[in-house]
């Protein structure tokens, strides 16, 4: 599908590329702009969060437990635009303990990761992150 002589998958790249470079500057105004005001966010191993103002709590919550970085991203689309997925590597420090995890020590970890997303009208309205728990874990707590 082409609109404006660009394509929808091309669209919906762009957009995931825009998302995690604001990840990766921290700049959480940006990020937040990618997503539709009800959007519905799969945590990873957890509950669904919905509403852009529940992913900003999400993220104040990652940025006072967690220094991270996202490296080689690789972003894919459907042909329509309406799915795409991410694959990545998170670089990252645990700087304060998260709730049910294990203490914060400054722990560096580098882990495998993955996003699912749907996007209606160049916003995204579902984002699913996917990384491994246990590996995670066992970093962590070496």
Known sequence: MIIDGVRAMDRATELLL???????????????????????HDVNQGGRETGRAAF????????????????????????????????YVVHGQYLASDAGLPEARGQHYVLPGGAFFEIVDGQITRVTNYYNLDAWLNQVSA
């Open 56 to 87: 900003r709590e999400f993220l104040a919550r990652m940025q006072r437990c967690y220094s991270e970085q996202l490296r080689d991203i690789v972003v894919m689309a459907n042909a329509d635009g309406s799915r795409a997925a991410a694959e």
């Open 18 to 40: 825009r998302y995690y470079t604001a990840f990766n500057r921290a700049d959480w105004d940006s990020m937040l702009a990618c997503l539709s005001e009800d959007v519905r």
